[in-house]
């Protein structure tokens, strides 16, 4: 029994001090997440897409990174049908300003397609590519917590637009959190809450 109790008292301290070391060690890097979000279309209240939003990142080296999102919404009212779905592939630069809190920016891919159907055919549809442009922060500001907003660019074949999103993420351990986004984007405003799994 006492050795049971000096080695369940060694497990706790070690996985105390192995908890306390990563978390201190500032924003993860590498990272899925899966959510959901719902956005908001200006001037159309009949309207509100809502559906998945999967996100991840991937460190190259000390301070390279690269990036993958996909978000895929739609709402349906009456006969009408709204889809929107945008995908984004990028690679980024972070400098670490202090041990919690990160300053970054990024380039990347963007694609766009929005389609509206009447009785299941289309009738209104748009497919653009472009790249973006991404500055933005990442802070654990306590152990668990973190922080994080960015400005991007995003410029498509027939339009571009300038965005800000922010948001935030609380780590239950050092593997495993739960956040919520905001994303105000010239006439579509993003919101979501997603499930990230750090390794």
């Given amino acids: 029994m006492k050795r049971m109790l000096v080695a369940a008292a060694i497990t706790t ?12 060690n500032g924003p993860t890097w590498d990272f899925v997440e899966a959510g959901y979000s719902k956005a908001d279309v200006d001037d159309i209240d009949i309207f509100e897409p809502s559906g998945i939003n999967l996100e991840g990142s991937v460190s190259v080296g000390e301070n390279f990174f ?9 709402d349906e009212e009456m006969t009408v049908e709204l889809e929107l779905s945008q995908l984004s592939l990028g690679v980024g630069y972070r400098y670490g300003m202090t041990k919690s809190t990160d300053l970054f920016a990024a380039v990347s891919f963007e694609n ?16 653009e590519n472009g790249f973006g442009v991404a500055i933005g ?3 654990m500001v306590i152990d668990q917590l973190e922080l994080s907003a960015q400005v991007k660019q995003i410029e498509l074949d027939e339009t571009s637009t300038t965005g800000f999103e922010a948001g935030i993420n609380y780590y239950f351990t050092p593997a495993l959190a739960i956040g919520a986004t905001y994303e105000d984007r010239d006439e579509f405003t993003f919101t979501g809450a997603h499930l990230r799994y750090a390794f």
Avoid at 16 to 22: E, H
Avoid at 115 to 124: I, P, Q
């Fill in 66 to 74: 690269v990036n993958g999102a996909y978000r895929n919404l739609s």
């Fill in 112 to 127: 766009l397609n929005a389609e509206a159907k009447l009785d299941g055919d289309s009738f209104v549809e748009g497919d």
């Fill in 137 to 139: 922060v990442r802070s």
């Fill in 13 to 24: 301290f070690s996985m105390n001090a192995f908890s306390a070391q990563t978390f201190s």
